[in-house]
């Protein structure tokens, strides 16, 4: 099988600081170094397994806290686990922290060229595509204007269309999609459609069972970092709503 | 504690064989951060370029009157003398203040999957270094009014430059990594860089200095660098290659200590958020 993306056992653990931990030097030499020892450590995910095979959509559901943007940032290479692997083959395309990155003095022709190549392109690719990039933007009048003259909106669909135009095998898609208004919402929609079309593997998290069932091809539900179903979308959601009432 | 450092020890792997990133990626990536922090360091304007000259020739025209007065004797060419360390000593401080925060103040980047963290403070240190080079003409405008010959020991000026950049960028990666855990790393890195700035022999000569204080000056790695330079620009020699050669292999022990521990804390950098 040629899948984009397996993981296998993954387990995450995070440690948990007094409140009080110093952060600067200052604060050491006041109160000592006791309080930089953690205090304790829980596991936000562990013993996570699955796979996603090309052009599909898996959907990870889970409540707050269940550890959905912990594997998302670990897939996404953020982070260490403790155990278990992470493979992924391709290039990876990320939904994630957007609109942060550019420079306000920069114009956006330049905040585009450098944020091309911080998504994993080359020269040549971001070149090819810039001009798509800014008509999928709707931003061709400004793209010579300094980003600090951008509306917040502007910001977020350059960031936005910066994001889905770097050719990914693995796209991982948080659920905060809401972008600019409807007509620019439903043309990302299509975007990701035509990517996944494509051959596109997405992972979308979401706390959303209605945006599971609609959006996914499968999907797992984390509880405590723990995946407690791994089923059909319609089964997975069917699930959660009951854990929920 | 102990049971916290065996995990540590089974961390787990991660594969991306196909499709790595290239290495022409990471090269286009590199000139394309370097190329925006020139931009934003110069406002795209080649008075820009002049404007950031400015600091240090206000530093050498007060030094030239402060010192070149009082100290006795006095030392030969001293507005190139001065100008030369100024110049080598504002790459070494500009590089390592603006590291110190690369791993706090780049968030943004160090979030996105496959970014390169490590790349930041090279980037600093090569905006540095190309600053540096830009105040190479007025640095021999004056040698030329001081009367100094140019001569063929200036080709070894590349064999210097590198041994600074390894310099710089191995204390970087440390400064980086601790900053994450103390915050005010920079601000305590200011206060040590201006007590360093007076003990590097900027506008003094360290031969000059009477034992016992002069063994532990001659410790701090910048004094030869600095020694380094005038030797090559100013008396047209070698430089000493003994002193060159000890702080090489220095950085060489230190880079990849300070690469590991940069690369640790960005880690827990995004993890403690």
């Not at chain 2, 390894?166 to 980086?176: D, G, H």
């Not at chain 2, 506008?203 to 063994?215: K, N």
Request: a positive charge.
């Amino acid at each position: 099988m040629s899948e984009v993306l397996i993981v296998e056992g993954l387990g995450k653990r995070f440690r948990r600081y007094h409140t009080y931990r110093p952060r600067t030097f200052m604060q050491v030499a006041l109160s000592g170094l006791k309080k930089m020892q953690p205090l304790d450590s829980f596991w936000a995910l562990r013993e996570v397994s699955f796979a996603v095979l090309p052009g599909e959509v898996l959907g990870v559901l889970g409540r707050n806290g269940s550890g959905k943007s912990t594997l998302l940032r670990l897939i996404g290479g953020v982070g260490r686990a403790e155990e278990g692997k992470i493979w992924v083959n391709g290039r990876i395309g990320a939904l994630l922290d957007m609109g942060a990155g550019f420079h306000n003095d920069l114009t956006g022709r330049e905040n585009l060229n450098v944020s091309g190549l911080i998504a994993g392109l080359s020269k040549q690719q971001v070149r090819e595509k810039f001009d798509t990039i800014v008509e999928f933007a709707e931003i061709e009048d400004f793209i010579d204007s300094p980003m600090r003259t951008y509306s917040s909106g502007m910001r977020m669909r350059l960031a936005f269309s910066i994001a889905i135009h770097n050719d990914p095998d693995l796209l991982l898609v948080d659920e905060h999609l809401s972008v600019g208004d409807i007509g620019f919402q439903t043309k990302c929609m299509n975007r990701i459609e035509a990517m996944r079309a494509g051959g596109c593997a997405i992972v979308l998290i979401s706390q959303s069972p209605d945006q599971i069932e609609t959006v996914c091809d499968r999907a797992i539900l984390l509880n405590q970092g723990k995946i407690v179903a791994h089923d059909l979308p319609a089964k997975v959601a069917a699930r959660y709503r009951d854990s929920q009432n | 504690m102990p049971k916290s450092k065996r995990y540590h020890r089974q961390t787990a792997q991660r594969t991306q064989k196909i499709n790595q990133p290239a290495l022409n990626q990471r090269i286009d990536l590199f000139t394309g951060l370097v190329d925006r922090s020139l931009k934003l360091l110069y406002n795209r304007s080649m008075l820009g370029i002049a404007w950031t000259l400015i600091k240090p020739l206000m530093q050498l025209i007060v030094f030239a009157i402060v010192f070149g007065s009082i100290l006795e004797g006095g030392i030969p060419r001293y507005a190139s003398f001065i100008f030369s360390g100024l110049i080598a000593w504002t790459w070494f401080q500009t590089s390592l203040t603006e590291s110190a925060g690369s791993i706090v103040q780049n968030d943004v980047l160090i979030r996105q999957p496959g970014f390169p963290v490590a790349i930041l403070p090279i980037v600093t240190v090569t905006t540095g270094l190309i600053h540096f080079l830009f105040s190479f003409p007025i640095l021999i405008l004056f040698l030329i009014i001081d009367g100094a010959r140019l001569t063929p020991v200036l080709l070894l000026l590349p064999i210097i430059l590198t041994i600074q950049a390894a310099l710089i960028t191995s204390f970087a990666y440390v400064l980086a990594a601790i900053n994450v855990a103390f915050r005010d790393t920079q601000h305590t890195l200011n206060v040590l860089l201006q007590m360093l700035f007076y003990l590097s022999g900027i506008f003094y000569e360290v031969d000059s200095i009477s034992e016992p204080y002069r063994t532990i000056v001659v410790l701090n790695p910048m004094v030869h660098i600095i020694n380094a330079y005038r030797a090559v620009f100013i008396e047209g020699v070698q430089p000493d290659w003994m002193a060159l050669g000890a702080i090489a292999l220095l950085s060489a022990a230190l880079l990849p200590i300070g690469y590991a521990i940069f690369q640790h804390q960005s880690f827990r950098f995004v993890e403690d958020l």
